[in-house]
T-cell receptor, first 113, second 116 residues
Framework: GAGVSQSPSNKVTEKGKDVELRCDPI?????LYWYRQRLGQGLEFLIY????????KSGLPSDRFSAERTGESVSTLTIQRTQQEDSAVYLC???????????FGSGTRLTVV | AQKVTQAQTEISVVEKEDVTLDCVYE???????LFWYKQPPSGELVFLIR??????QNEISGRYSWNFQKSTSSFNFTITASQVVDSAVYFC?????????????FGTGTQLKVEL
């Protein structure tokens, strides 16, 4: 597609439930990144995909967080047993190379109540 | 490890004033990229500029200009004749240049408020 698409745009979930966030990168972009932005704060790196492998998962905050990617297309970020501290905007970005040219999606605003 | 510091958390100016947003970075990479992004109240991240560490030329784009000083590890951003529409959070970011995938390391952002 023309841009990075994320769905849903907003998600409200009850504490303890699992959620799945989806990212559709720009077609042909081999690199895909997930970031988290808590209210009023900067962006925290979560995970990076090159194709469907994840060479850098260093930012995942706990084992409740996982992500996968199908080929060089859609990625899903899953948060299990959500906690209130997981409330944030989750942003996805894609890039056509390992450096430069990142395009961000509009994010998924997750609220855990 | 990479680090980006934006010491100014919030800046308020009156329209038409010039304003400079500071960015200082740390990296062990000899080659890297520096970025500025704008995040208006709507929330999307808008790409403003990418600068390769090899290129220390300053850049001007309309009312925006960037001053890259490798000697002081700074990449400052100036808005000339600010406008209300410039009100946003501005993020400076850094990525490496190695082959293994280069995540962006962001600063904590500077909230710019431009008032009439």
């Amino acid at each position: 597609g023309a841009g990075v698409s994320q769905s849903p745009s907003n998600k409200v979930t009850e504490k303890g439930k699992d959620v799945e966030l989806r990212c559709d990168p720009i077609s042909g972009h081999t690199a895909l990144y997930w970031y988290r932005q808590r209210l009023g704060q900067g962006l925290e790196f979560l995970i990076y995909f090159q194709g469907n492998s994840a060479p850098d998962k260093s930012g995942l905050p706990s084992d409740r967080f996982s992500a996968e990617r199908t080929g060089e297309s859609v990625s899903t970020l899953t948060i299990q047993r959500t906690q209130q501290e997981d409330s944030a905007v989750y942003l996805c970005a894609s890039s056509s190379a390992n450096r430069g040219g990142y395009t961000f999606g509009s994010g998924t605003r997750l609220t855990v109540v | 490890a990479q680090k980006v510091t934006q010491a100014q958390t919030e800046i308020s100016v009156v329209e038409k004033e010039d304003v400079t947003l500071d960015c200082v970075y740390e990296t062990r990479d000899t080659t890297y990229y520096l970025f500025w992004y704008k995040q208006p109240p709507s929330g999307e991240l808008v790409f403003l500029i990418r600068r390769n560490s090899f290129d220390e030329q300053n850049e001007i784009s309309g009312r925006y200009s960037w001053n890259f000083q490798k000697s002081t590890s700074s990449f400052n951003f100036t808005i000339t004749a600010s406008q209300v529409v410039d009100s946003a959070v501005y993020f400076c970011a850094l990525s490496g240049y190695t082959g293994g995938g280069n995540k962006l390391t962001f600063g904590t952002g500077t909230q710019l408020k431009v008032e009439l």
